[in-house]
């Protein structure tokens, strides 16, 4: 059960807006609109951020959004602000009932 | 308040077994699936199972198959993860986590640590 691709890292500056991709295939990303963004802290439990792609739960700001197309899942993080330096995570519903998380991004604030 | 807490990590060693738990609280722990995530040290999160509200129904990542079992006891409000045969890949941070209708998880516990070691 390979990991949803994800780029390493991705940095950006205060104010500016970065997007982390999430590639999958037509098993889990293709194939549902089951998929998820987490934010984790050090040592700290991840946080919910999106899920059914584009959805946000209460609580979380308007600054983070999620989208869909094809095999690929992005977040996107708007006025980036020192805070939203953390990693970052999808995870999609797989065929045969069944879950993947990414491989996990690092967001730097410059 | 609503809060998931889990338990029962500690060191073990290879071959032996462990019993995690993790007892929900403030939510109706009836009306939802429940997931178990892990984390290795210095890596990423790897789902490892889940299972339906009531507790007829298991699926589990290949990397566990025939050595995990996700099970819960809904009259104590507690899931469980019975860890069977572990090897030192099997070292991580485990956290349990509420489903949030399928897409996504919406609550996690702390986490409990596993330290599997000789």
């Known amino acids: 059960q390979s990991a949803l691709t994800q780029p390493a890292s991705v940095s950006g500056s205060p104010g500016q807006s970065i997007t982390i991709s999430c590639t999958g295939t037509?098993?889990?990303?293709?194939?549902?609109?089951?998929v998820s963004w987490y934010q984790q802290h050090p040592d700290k439990a991840p946080k919910l951020l999106i899920y059914?792609?584009?959805n946000r739960p209460s609580g979380v700001s308007n600054r983070f959004s999620g989208s869909k197309s094809g095999n690929t899942a992005s977040l996107t993080i708007s006025g980036l602000q020192a805070e939203d330096e953390a990693d970052y995570y999808c995870?999609?519903?797989?065929?045969?009932?069944?879950?993947?998380f990414g491989t996990g991004t690092k967001v730097t604030v410059l | 308040q609503v809060q998931l807490v889990e338990s029962g990590g500690g060191m073990v060693q290879p071959g032996r077994s462990l019993r995690l738990s993790c007892a929900a609280s403030?939510?109706?722990?009836?009306?939802?699936?429940m997931h178990w995530v892990r984390q290795a040290p210095g890596k990423g999160l790897e789902w490892v199972a889940v299972?339906?509200?009531?507790?007829?129904?298991?699926n589990d990542a290949d990397s566990v198959k025939g050595r995990f079992t996700i099970s819960r006891d809904n009259s104590k409000n507690t899931l469980y993860l019975q860890i069977n045969s572990p090897t030192t890949e099997d070292t991580a941070v485990y956290y349990c986590?509420?489903?949030?209708?399928?897409?996504?998880?919406?609550?996690w516990g702390r986490g409990t640590v596993v330290t599997v070691s000789s």
């Open positions: 986590a509420r489903d949030h209708s399928g897409g996504g998880n919406d609550l």
């Open positions: 403030g939510f109706t722990f009836t009306n939802y699936a």
């Open positions: 299972i339906s509200y009531d507790g007829l129904s298991q």
């Open positions: 037509t098993s889990d990303v293709g194939a549902y609109n089951y």
């Open positions: 059914d792609v584009t």
């Open positions: 995870s999609s519903y797989r065929d045969s009932s069944t879950y993947v």
